[in-house]
């Protein structure tokens, strides 16, 4: 089909994930697209990134989710381990791609953005260049967006300006905001020489750890620890994952001996706790953690940033449609990871033992029951597309 001679304008401020996701799949939609970053380059601070089927599904919908899936480890087998290395409960990857379509896979934030951004043209992305939303527009006007260079006018703007987003302050001044989760994390992710181990995480008392391999060799780990917000480590954070950590059970010590105290990424968890009214406001739509920031128990913080971009592309300009699409969904989901934060994060001593106990017996009994909590998250599908997953065999790498 030929492009039309005036395509619609489309802004993205933002050149995160979600903020290309969306740009792509508008583009692939015959919108003029351009993104506005504020940042020198592209190029994410911070770690891996968890695909679940439903996102690699989204990709899909804009040819991309094969190549991610040939660029990704595919989780493999592992489970969930208490601090002294016993196993509470075994994952099967066969079992849970059977269960939902398609593979959990891992790979750098950086390879997805640069994946994202080949399948752009080189014109549609600035960076150093700071966004503010001037005027929301409405059905008998374009937004506005200003930047230090000037003023962009659009028929859409795509708010994916992060968790601490402007534009969702100026769209909904009198919604509270942002609250503390209670917890707070780090990551790294480096080369361990020598090591081999299963994928794991690991639940202590108010405290987590999780370790996978990358498909280039790297190790991702991450770790958690309830902690009043704002708190840094006295000396450097390496030392701190020492003090928490460093008497758990392999691989946990080989991986902190491998870091060096700059590989250690440390943030403090928010989420929005109030869920807003709306995803849009006039032409504007808020994308990923800017509409809905969720702690990362369920690993679906990303994800959903992906399924908004697809959804938000299939309905614009009806952005009614897709708050009407997303918010009921990304709300529940919000809200799942919450009580999952409770339940891994827990400091209290008998709880934790029943919790353990519990997680055990599911295990042996019934192990499809612990991956009931992915229903109608992993297995979500994309809104009037054909899905390439579905023509490759569950499991097959």
């Known amino acids: 089909m030929a492009a039309p001679s005036n395509p619609p304008r489309a802004v993205v401020i933002g050149g995160g994930i979600g ?5 792509v799949a508008l583009h692939r939609r015959g919108w003029r697209v351009t993104v506005l970053e504020r940042a020198r380059s592209l190029a994410p601070v911070g770690a891996a990134i968890s695909l679940a089927p439903n996102s690699l599904r989204a990709l899909d919908v804009i040819g991309l989710g094969d190549e991610i899936r040939a660029l990704a480890a595919w989780q493999g087998d592992g489970g969930l ?4 290395g016993r196993w509470l409960s075994r994952s099967s990857a066969a079992a849970a ?6 593979p959990l896979v891992l790979l750098h934030r950086a390879t997805l953005v640069d994946a994202l951004t080949a399948r752009l043209p080189e014109d549609r992305i600035r960076t150093s260049a700071p966004a ?37 302050r100026a769209l909904f001044p009198q919604h509270p905001g942002l609250a503390y989760a209670g917890f707070t994390t780090w990551r790294v992710v480096i080369p361990v020489p020598g090591v081999e181990f299963a994928s794991h995480e690991t639940w202590g008392r108010g405290r987590i750890w999780g370790t996978h391999p990358l498909k280039d060799g790297r190790v991702y780990a991450y770790a958690a620890a309830v902690t ?35 590989d250690v990424l440390r943030h403090d968890v928010h989420h929005i706790a109030e869920p807003l009214p709306a995803h849009h406001r006039g032409r504007v739509a808020l994308l990923g953690d800017a509409a809905h920031a969720m702690p990362p128990t369920l690993g679906q913080g990303g994800n959903q940033a992906i ?12 952005l009614a449609a897709y708050t009407a699409a997303r918010l009921p969904r990304t709300t529940a989901i919000a809200r799942q990871a919450v009580k999952v934060a409770r339940l891994n994060m827990m400091s209290n001593r008998a709880g934790m ?29 994309p809104p009037g597309q054909p899905y390439a997953s579905e023509q490759t065999p569950a499991g097959q790498q």
């Open 19 to 23: 903020g290309l996701t969306a740009a």
């Open 81 to 84: 381990r208490t601090p002294k």
């Open 97 to 102: 791609a059977e269960r939902f379509g398609g």
């Open 132 to 168: 503010t939303l001037a005027d929301p527009g409405d059905a008998d006007r374009p937004a506005r967006v200003t930047t230090p260079d000037g003023e962009w006018e659009a028929d859409l703007v795509v708010a994916a300006d992060g968790i601490h987003s402007a534009v969702r």
């Open 228 to 262: 009043p917000a704002g708190q840094r480590a006295p000396d450097d954070e390496k030392a701190e994952l020492l003090r928490l950590f460093g008497d758990w059970h392999d691989p946990i010590p080989a991986v902190l001996a491998a870091a060096c105290p700059e």
């Open 307 to 318: 399924e908004d971009a697809i959804v938000l592309a299939h309905h614009a300009p009806d």
């Open 353 to 381: 033992a029943v919790r353990d106990a519990v997680i055990a017996a599911l295990s042996k009994a019934a192990p499809a029951l612990l991956l009931r909590g992915f229903d109608g998250i992993a297995d979500w599908r």
